[in-house]
């Protein structure tokens, strides 16, 4: 289960505008990017400012369109390739809204890490904002599997962030390695400076399909994953303008440019940084991630996505405490609306505001309309559960005037009504009912929204009017 929560922190921005360039390392294209402050709630947006209307290019994981040795997004038509160093180090940073603009199809590759990126960062200077971060809090763990290249995401609760990655490169070096950020304070000293790394035996192919025209001895590693002939250094050497000795030994052959010996694995727990940024939220919770690639790493980024899409409407839902004293009680109900068994589909309001109610309730096994809907599967029915919304809604509109009980509601309109879940003897049923605009001449435009534990289980947005009575002579 995954809970979105509200944690007391604040957005983030950068405080001036920061400018880098470089050669990308697919393309071996130049561009310029430009990192902006961006205000609340903006998200991190790529712009394309050499296309015509500048079109922007949201960082989503569900914009994803490709994932060969490299991150991927598109918009309408607009690409933005190889973003998953910028996009760790805008995570690590914690900056939650930027502006970047970039005049070429490819982020610039730099040294094949995301230190430059994140010193670009810190000369920005990062910026608290107004509104407050909305985290992705993990409740429950989750695991995940990509079932085609093996890899394996589990996601644990845990107040903080941490990352575990273990990788295995089926090859005597770099063989099984892994690492460990615990806690994103560790992320510019243990993290950051790693390089991307290519083995040596898959070099041609990349380079024969039109890949690393920008990769150099200075933006990754070389792995000797096994020891070439003197025939084939040459010819490598040759395509890479490589003068570096024929390797004797299994390792990393531009050896000068290593910063751990772990390298490796820090280096693809920085990209799953990358990745899992796209889910455009922060994260608290502990991943333990086993051979992660940037194709799973998407698919699991995904799944998460549409939990959070979910979680998101629950917001909002109420928090029930069933020993508290109620607002309304069943008898007070009965002195407001006219409803009575087997009609009355409330047992108390817990809230009310001037702009929104929260009513209960209980469904047992003996509520009459289980005896036909449906022998031996009881389901309460849809329509009742929007009858129940409507009367929890109108406990908030008759609240506006002195005398209730010489008022009724009256539907007028039913909009986007959705039933998601069953509902079922024993549930208990939260309603909450929330104003849409000012109630004017008694009428009431509603969102309404139940809950069975921590799901939706119906929704629609109701329109009534309340009437007074007309007193008999």
């Given at each position: 289960m995954f809970i979105y929560m509200t944690f007391i922190m604040k957005q983030k921005t950068i405080s001036k505008a920061v400018i880098i360039s470089g050669v990308g390392l697919h393309t071996g294209s130049s561009a310029t990017i430009t990192l902006k402050p961006a205000e609340d709630n903006h998200g991190i947006k790529f712009q394309r400012i050499d296309l015509p209307g500048k079109p922007f290019v949201p960082a989503d994981c569900n914009r994803v369109t490709n994932t060969t040795r490299s991150t991927v997004i598109e918009y309408e038509g607009a690409v933005v390739a190889t973003i998953?160093?910028?996009?760790?180090?805008?995570?690590?940073?914690?900056?939650?809204?930027?502006?970047?603009?970039?005049?070429?199809?490819?982020?610039p590759y730099l040294d094949g890490s995301s230190k430059t990126f994140t010193s670009l960062l810190n000369e920005a200077g990062v910026l608290d904002q107004t509104e407050?971060?909305?985290?992705?809090?993990?409740?429950?763990?989750?695991?995940?599997?990509?079932?085609?290249?093996?890899?394996?995401?589990?996601?644990?609760?845990?107040?903080?962030?941490?990352?575990?990655?273990?990788?295995?490169?089926?090859a005597p070096y770099p063989g099984q390695q892994f690492a460990v950020l615990s806690g994103l304070e560790k992320y510019?000293?243990?993290?950051?400076?790693?390089?991307?790394?290519?083995?040596?035996?898959?070099?041609?192919?990349?380079?024969?399909?039109?890949?690393?025209?920008?990769?150099?001895?200075?933006?990754?590693?070389v792995i000797a994953?096994?020891?070439?002939?003197?025939?084939?250094?040459?010819?490598?050497?040759?395509?890479?303008?490589?003068?570096?000795?024929?390797?004797?030994?299994?390792?990393?052959?531009?050896?000068?440019?290593?910063?751990?010996?772990?390298?490796?694995?820090?280096?693809?727990?920085?990209?799953?940084?990358?990745?899992?940024?796209?889910?455009?939220?922060?994260?608290?919770?502990?991943?333990v991630v086993h051979k992660p690639g940037h194709s799973s790493n998407n698919l699991f980024a995904r799944v998460l996505k549409k939990q959070l899409q979910e979680q998101k409407k629950l917001r909002g839902k109420p928090k029930y405490d069933p020993s508290k004293i109620p607002v309304f009680n069943s008898v007070?109900?009965?002195?407001?609306?006219?409803?009575?068994?087997?009609?009355?589909?409330?047992?108390?309001?817990?809230e009310l505001t001037d702009t929104y109610v929260v009513g209960v309730k209980n469904i047992t096994v003996n509520e009459q309309y289980f005896?036909?809907?449906?022998?031996?599967?009881?389901?309460?029915?849809?329509?009742?559960?929007?009858?129940?919304?409507?009367?929890?809604?109108?406990?908030?509109?008759?609240?506006?005037?002195?005398?209730?009980?010489?008022?009724?509601?009256?539907?007028?309109?039913?909009?986007?009504?959705?039933f998601k879940a069953k509902v079922s003897p024993g549930d208990i049923l939260l309603i909450k009912m929330e104003l849409l605009s000012p109630i004017r001449r008694g009428i009431c435009h509603m969102q309404g929204?139940?809950?069975?534990?921590?799901?939706?289980?119906?929704?629609?947005?109701?329109t009534a009017q309340i009437i007074k009575r007309k007193v008999e002579s």
């Open positions: 998953e160093h910028l996009l760790s180090a805008i995570y690590a940073k914690e900056i939650d809204n930027l502006q970047i603009e970039i005049d070429g199809s490819e982020v407050n971060k909305l985290f992705f809090e993990v409740e429950e763990t989750i695991e995940f599997k990509d079932e085609e290249s093996g890899a394996h995401y589990v996601i644990s609760p845990y107040d903080g962030f941490e990352v575990t990655v273990l990788v295995d490169f089926d510019e000293g243990e993290i950051s400076p790693s390089k991307s790394f290519v083995l040596l035996k898959d070099i041609d192919s990349l380079m024969a399909n039109g890949l690393i025209k920008g990769g150099t001895l200075d933006n990754a590693l994953d096994r020891l070439p002939s003197s025939n084939e250094w040459e010819k490598w050497g040759s395509m890479t303008q490589s003068k570096l000795p024929l390797p004797t030994t299994l390792g990393v052959i531009n050896k000068s440019n290593q910063t751990f010996e772990n390298e490796p694995a820090r280096h693809k727990l920085l990209d799953f940084i990358g990745d899992i940024a796209l889910l455009g939220a922060p994260i608290k919770g502990r991943f007070r109900l009965e002195s407001w609306l006219p409803h009575r068994f087997p009609f009355l589909l409330l047992d108390k309001i817990t005896q036909g809907h449906f022998p031996g599967n009881p389901v309460m029915p849809g329509v009742l559960q929007v009858e129940a919304m409507a009367q929890t809604g109108g406990i908030l509109a008759l609240s506006t005037v002195e005398d209730p009980w010489n008022w009724d509601t009256y539907f007028l309109k039913i909009d986007n009504a959705k929204i139940a809950y069975v534990d921590n799901k939706i289980v119906s929704e629609a947005e109701l």
